[in-house]
């Protein structure tokens, strides 16, 4: 955790050189520094992506999808958040602070899924011979609740800087990665569990209560 932990600072001090450079009264505020704060935070908890991990033929490359789904709007925000929104998005707003209360409600939803999960947390769809069915936790009443983390937590960051096109752009691309990543996860899990997984998804939402 500590090595990942590091690399995720020197990603933000990379970040904040580069957005200093656009604008840096942005890179240097409040908020650009607390959503970086808070990612540093999220990839210091979960695995490194590597395009090398095991599980490529079943993955069908939907991890790559997820990635991009958060890379492009994260790049996007900055920019929007620097050139467009500035001076407002420099400073916390009541409708500022809302969205990150829900990006730190995600980020603790993400963060229970991934020690829920232990080993068994990867970036590729990939089902361990040791695998077990997880229902404890939200995995009580969810099947992905980390895609919910990561839903809520990508899309409030944009929307706490007033970057609304960036967030609109989380919400579409996210939506879609995740809907294709759940049909080729659930397709692999019920090949491992056969009926047990079938019962379990008669019982549980996906990852969005009461919607999917």
């Known amino acids: 955790m500590l090595t990942r932990a590091l690399k995720a600072l020197v990603t933000a001090a990379i970040w904040i ?3 200093y450079l656009i604008e840096p009264g942005f890179a240097l505020s ?3 520094l607390t959503v970086l704060g808070l990612m540093v935070v999220l990839n210091s908890y979960q695995p490194d992506y590597t395009t090398s991990d095991q599980g490529p033929r079943e993955d069908r490359r939907s991890a790559q999808w997820i990635v991009l789904s958060v890379t492009l709007p994260n790049l996007v925000f ?4 620097a050139l467009l929104s500035y001076p407002q998005s420099a400073s916390f707003g009541p409708l500022d602070y809302a969205a990150l209360t829900i990006a730190v409600l995600g980020l603790a939803i993400r963060i229970h899924a991934i020690h829920t999960l232990g080993t068994f947390f990867t970036w590729h769809v990939h089902i361990a011979n040791n695998q077990a069915l997880i229902e404890t936790g ?3 009443w969810l099947r992905h609740p980390s895609y919910l983390g990561a839903f ?3 899309i ?3 929307l706490s800087l007033n970057a609304y096109f960036a967030a609109g752009l989380s919400l579409v691309l996210q ?4 809907r294709y990543r759940i049909r080729i996860e659930e397709e692999a899990m019920t090949r491992r ?9 008669q019982r549980t939402y996906a990852y969005l209560p009461g919607i999917y």
């Open 156 to 158: 409030a960051l944009p």
């Open 30 to 32: 409040v908020p650009f």
């Open 17 to 19: 050189v580069l957005t």
């Open 138 to 140: 939200l995995y009580r």
């Open 78 to 81: 900055t920019v929007e958040g």
């Open 175 to 178: 939506a879609s990665a995740y």
């Open 152 to 154: 809520l937590f990508f």
């Open 193 to 201: 569990f056969g009926e047990t997984y079938t019962a379990y998804t």
